[in-house]
């Protein structure tokens, strides 16, 4: 079972891989099956038939309905059966022929699926910031390794001068000027946190707008990366969790801010992936393979590790439901010097 927490909003799939369907996914111990109903509209049901057990994922969509690959059965987008074809013509299916289905809704360019209990609260997952301001690329990367790593690797701010060379700014900067002392600071917010530098003067100064590096995370899995300037550059990750020690990398990265696009399309589809990204996988995937073997005892960890540190307390509490309750135990503002 993943660590990940439950009852939250996961992406299910790009919007734009999802023809009319079937299309199968995974999100965190889940096979799915998703698909769009006569109007468009998304569904998302468990990857398996209840008549045999066939993935229905191997199935086809005939006229918003998904059918069964083996006998045909067909089912709506709520999961009911609605047409069984080996039975005479006034038979209907049995009521309790159904498969669990899963919340689902269209946005920002992707698929979402609730995985909680009982009705999704939010009603809809948080929109994600900045969406209508660019065009983006996006893609998918699976990725042998745990959600989690790619949460912290994204809020580790000692990482990318070693791990991103001739892909990032902290490279190019350390090139030029070696190693400076600096402070970072992060802050709590009612989703997660925020990791940024230079730090505040105090915690009554506000977040400023323009800072060197910002990245918020917001529980489950979306961590959104800021660069300053004219050109700045916005990255959008979530880490789906598809099993204990696996995930999907779902990425946007923002195009240079340009007019509205005329197609009405603002994700662009991308088999490549970023370089920038590639270097942090090879990373993680080699942790993972670290962790596999022998669980997280050899691990130690410095002041400069606070942010990653943050987030993993962050999660747990998420996905041992406290996160409401005990979120103000966790500190709200730190600032930690590093170099860097
Ligand atoms: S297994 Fe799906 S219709 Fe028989
Ligand atoms: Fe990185």
Redesign the pocket.
């Given at each position: 079972m993943s660590q990940m927490p439950r009852p939250f909003w996961y992406i299910a799939a790009p919007a734009s891989r999802l023809a009319s369907g079937p299309l199968a996914c995974r999100v965190l111990d889940n096979d799915l099956v998703l698909f769009r109903a006569a109007n468009g509209a998304p569904g998302a049901l468990i990857d398996r038939?209840c008549?045999?057990?066939?993935k229905l994922s191997l199935g086809a969509v005939q006229s918003g309905s998904l059918a069964?690959g083996?006998?045909?059965?067909r089912y709506d987008g709520a999961g009911h059966c609605v047409h069984i074809p080996s039975l005479p013509a006034a038979s209907a299916p049995p009521p309790d022929a159904s498969v669990p289905a899963f919340p689902c809704i269209e946005q920002d360019s992707y698929v979402w699926v609730w995985m909680g209990e009982g009705e999704p609260e939010p009603s809809a997952p948080a929109r994600v910031p900045g969406f209508e301001r660019f065009v983006w690329q996006q893609g998918t990367i699976a990725m042998a390794c745990a959600a989690m790593l790619g949460i912290e690797n994204n809020l580790d701010w000692c990482h990318p001068a070693f791990a991103h060379p001739w892909a990032h700014g902290q490279f190019f900067k350390t090139q030029l000027v070696g190693f400076t002392e600096q402070a970072y600071e992060t802050r709590l917010t009612d989703t997660g946190m925020i990791l940024f530098g230079p730090a505040t003067a105090g915690e009554d100064d506000p977040v400023p707008s323009q800072c060197w590096f910002k990245a918020t995370f917001a529980l489950p899995d979306r961590v959104m990366i800021e660069f300053p300037g004219e050109r700045g550059m916005t990255i959008v990750l979530h880490f789906v969790p598809t099993g204990p020690n696996t995930c999907r990398q779902e990425w946007l990265v923002s195009l240079v801010p340009m007019a509205e696009p005329r197609d009405g399309i603002r994700a662009r589809w991308s088999d490549e992936e970023p370089k920038i990204l590639a270097q942090d996988r090879a990373l993680m995937e080699s942790a993972q393979l670290n962790y596999d073997r022998e669980g997280d005892g050899f691990e130690r960890s410095v002041a400069a590790d606070a942010s990653t540190m943050l987030a993993r307390r962050i999660v747990a509490l998420a996905a041992a439901g406290r996160w409401r309750s005990e979120r103000a135990t966790l500190p709200w503002r730190r600032v930690v010097r590093v170099r860097s």
């Open positions: 038939c008549h045999r057990g066939a069964c083996y006998h045909g059965w």
